[in-house]
């Protein structure tokens, strides 16, 4: 985890916006653990959400009164397991009483299985995709890594959508402009490496008119991406190279492992969303450190008032 005391004011921005829009209502699946319920109340005394409980009564009581917490004030709707918990968490988004979708302490899977159930969950024309925003110690503005968390080993059309979910999540956050580094291990292109040819076909599909709102380059190594003196060494000559602000991993183990190592090795923070359904889904880990999670919730609660303003809808 993050140190304790690092600060992170790209997050104190967010949070503050979506303190500024107003707080949603956000149905919580199975929230029946500290860390659950924490994050929930975390957030609803900031003023960023207010948590509808969904799950077992006796369990999530049981829970709150073991960790001294008081839920007194929160709704909670009785459920009988997990399974039943994300399901009915799923109706509330439908039935149009709450805006936000937020994981509590079920795997993220059965969750997942709630959301893009047939015609009872939340899908869209879109794949849906996660995204970290990073608070990155010593970068001015927050960094987006794509995906890390869903797409296991997404094909070039899933990369089509986790590239636009991300863009549109950028436009949220008020990047500008928007400029995304498809990653490889090179910044050549070579049949011996699938990501690199994906990488070539994903930015000529941009000057198309696939993807649209962002500036894309790709293939590009890390170091060339993010760093303008790499960039320079390579003589790479490109209004991405260097001054990428949305990073889009060849896979989720790549994805993965990039997040993770910025954040327990270089001091970052990481808050985690899910795009590409009909709300934004907030996906919090045990191991987030309280500023992650509530600039998870702050960035929900901005996609879901992107939303309800008629502005771009993310996923549809």
Partial sequence: MNAPNTPHPNYD???????????????VAHPCDRHALEAALDAARMGLVSPILVGPQARIRKAAAE???????????????????????VELIREGKAAVLMK???HTDELMGAVVAGDTGLRTGRRLSHCFVMDVPGRSEPLIITDAAV????????????????????????????????LAAVETVSAKMPSTIDAAALCKMADRGQITGGILDGPLAMDNAIDPEAAAIKQLVSPVAGKANILVAPDLEAGNMLAKSLTFMAGAAAAGIVLGAR?????T??????TARLASCAVAVLVAHSKLAGARILGD
């Fill in 151 to 182: 797409n296991i080993n997404p094909t070039l059309d899933d990369k089509v959508d986790i590239i636009q979910n991300a863009i549109d999540l950028a436009h949220v956050l008020k990047f500008d402009p928007v400029k995304v580094a498809i």
């Fill in 279 to 283: 709300v934004p889904i907030i996906l």
């Fill in 104 to 106: 509590g302490s079920l």
């Fill in 13 to 27: 921005i967010l949070i503050a916006a979506a303190r500024k829009v107003g707080p949603v209502t956000v149905a």
């Fill in 285 to 290: 880990s045990r191991a987030d450190s309280v």
């Fill in 67 to 89: 960790a001294g917490l008081d839920i007194s004030a929160l709704p909670l709707i009785d459920t009988e397991h997990s399974h039943a918990s994300a399901f009915r968490a």
